[in-house]
């Protein structure tokens, strides 16, 4: 049996039938970041930033000044740790060598040049800074793994564990981990 169409058909009196509603894709809306002093634009999928924090849901909404002019100021936030960030949305990962924005150092960049790892320090507690602003607990557990990558071969260590609750969910939900560098302890030798 062929299937039969339900769409209305045109007639004399009705020339058109009514244009099919297409559903708004939700990563159609974007949104403009200007961070740092300069304020540095950076273009972001509004839907894409909403998912990942509670902070951006709440300024994006119309009836917030920052959702209906759909630019969000964020003068506090270093424009490399906002690149860090929103890499992270779209990417679920950390990658260092997209900073600094002015010149990228992608081609020459190894983590354990002691170089580089002086900036990885800067650029990762910038992105802490950044994912305490944007309540976005995720990215902060993430920066404290890549510290704890960066200084667990380097430093001694103190860990400490605190308890967790039953009714907890998400980062909080296993024990809280406290990552230490004991500083007092080295001794700088040549």
Known sequence: MPATSKKRQATEQDPAPPAAKRPRSSYSDLISILAGSDEIPSVVHKESLRKQSDFFTAACKRDCKEGAEKT???P?????ALELYIYWVYKGALDLSLV???SPRADEYRWDHPDCMAEDIQYLIQLYVAGDMFLNHYVQNEVINELSAVFAPVLPT???YGPTTSNTSGPDRHPATIFVPCVSTLSLQE
């Not at 506090?76 to 490399?80: W, Y």
């Open 76 to 80: 506090t936030i270093e424009p490399d």
């Open 100 to 102: 600094p924005l002015e």
């Open 72 to 74: 969000i100021r964020v």
């Open 158 to 160: 103190v860990w400490a």
